[in-house]
């Protein structure tokens, strides 16, 4: 809240669309090699991540993605993950489809309100807002899971579509680029090294119990 204050905003996370895949591709990537020139629809951090990788990452409005692929204006896309992809039919422009979502682990959603509405309401109203967001926060991650689970089924099934790993030492230099932009962010803005400091902290601490409850379990059941 403190960062949207200026801008006369309060926030609540309001959705989460879970961790993402990595894109669509209509080549083939089996090296660092590969991502030189790649043409790809990737905005925002993980579009300066791919240009210090050698590709060319290109900014398009969703209404501009499935032609674009088609054509060939790009190489490849990310967008979110099986579930809405699918509803796109990117299935149908495109043979490859990479994961992890290296770029996007868990894009949030808001709800935001302008501050002076938010102040004019009374405690239980605000108490019911936060409670309703809080709600379908976990709601949509719910629906997600669900969706993305039977959306996969579907491309797994389809003799057209191809669901692959990026390669190891792609997904190792793409990890060491993000690294070397998220140090430049957090060195040139108190606020950015203070939401990173905190996250780092997190993860450092949550990793142990992560690697011995949910990954340590669906590894066995592979």
């Not at 996969?152 to 669901?163: A, C, I, K």
Request: glycine share 8%; with cysteine.
């Amino acid at each position: 809240r403190e960062l949207y204050a200026p801008f006369n905003i309060v926030p609540f996370p309001c959705g989460n669309t879970g961790v993402q895949m990595g894109g669509w591709f209509n080549k083939e990537i089996n090296s660092i090699d590969d991502l030189q020139g790649l043409k790809m629809r990737i905005p925002g951090l993980g579009g300066e991540v791919l240009r210090r990788a050698g590709g060319t990452p290109v900014t398009l409005p969703g209404s501009e993605i499935f032609t674009s692929l088609q054509t060939g204006a790009i190489d490849a896309t990310e967008w979110v993950g099986p579930y809405n992809d699918v509803s796109f039919g990117l299935q149908k422009a495109a043979k490859y489809y990479y994961y992890p979502g290296w770029q996007e682990p868990g894009p949030t959603l808001e709800f935001m309100v302008n501050t002076a509405s938010w102040n004019s309401l009374p405690a239980d109203l605000q108490a019911i807002v936060e409670t309703s967001c809080q709600a379908i926060n976990c709601d949509v991650n719910a629906e997600y899971v669900h969706g993305n689970t039977i959306a996969l089924q579907q491309l797994l099934n389809n003799p057209d579509v191809e669901v692959r790993s990026f390669p190891a030492e792609v997904l190792q230099h793409l990890k060491s680029i993000s690294e070397d932009i998220v140090r430049e962010w957090v060195a040139e803005d108190p606020k950015a090294a203070r939401v990173y400091e905190s996250w780092d902290e997190f993860r450092k601490k949550s990793e142990p119990f992560q690697r011995i409850s949910e990954q340590a379990f669906l590894e066995t059941r592979t």
